[in-house]
């Protein structure tokens, strides 16, 4: 059994930067970050592969979101800069035991509860 637990969610002002964690009970081969936004489908926005650090991004957050593990820790990070009121969301770590770095919901099969986070314009 694996449990995500993130956190790092809150309100910011555009502009701002933001870390987000998720530490899990076991090491799973890839990690992710998802987000949903009100009214919209759960969508991926980064995937790094625990083994190597090798990672995946999806197009809006490549040169503002930084994904990262810590091994030791047992937690992976999103760094996010630059947030914009579209980037409000609730923001959901994921696990998958493949080593490919899909962004497709069904991939993963563990999540976490999610964090929200909020910026403000």
């Known amino acids: 059994q694996v449990h995500l637990v993130e956190s790092g969610g809150g309100l910011v002002q555009a502009g701002d930067s933001l870390r987000l964690s998720c530490k899990t009970t076991r090491r799973t081969s890839t990690m992710a970050w998802f987000r949903q936004a009100p009214g919209k489908e759960r969508e991926f926005v980064a995937a790094?592969?625990?083994?190597?650090?090798?990672?995946n991004y999806t197009d809006s957050a490549k040169g503002r979101f930084a994904i990262s593990r810590d091994l030791a820790k047992s937690t992976m990070y999103l760094q996010m800069n630059t947030l914009k009121p579209e980037d409000t969301a609730v923001y959901y770590c994921?696990?998958?035991?493949?080593?490919?770095?899909?962004?497709?919901?069904?991939?993963?099969?563990?999540w976490g509860q999610g964090t929200q986070v909020t910026v403000a314009s």
């Open positions: 994921a696990g998958s035991d493949s080593a490919l770095l899909f962004g497709t919901i069904s991939m993963y099969d563990y």
């Open positions: 790094i592969r625990l083994r190597d650090g090798t990672t």
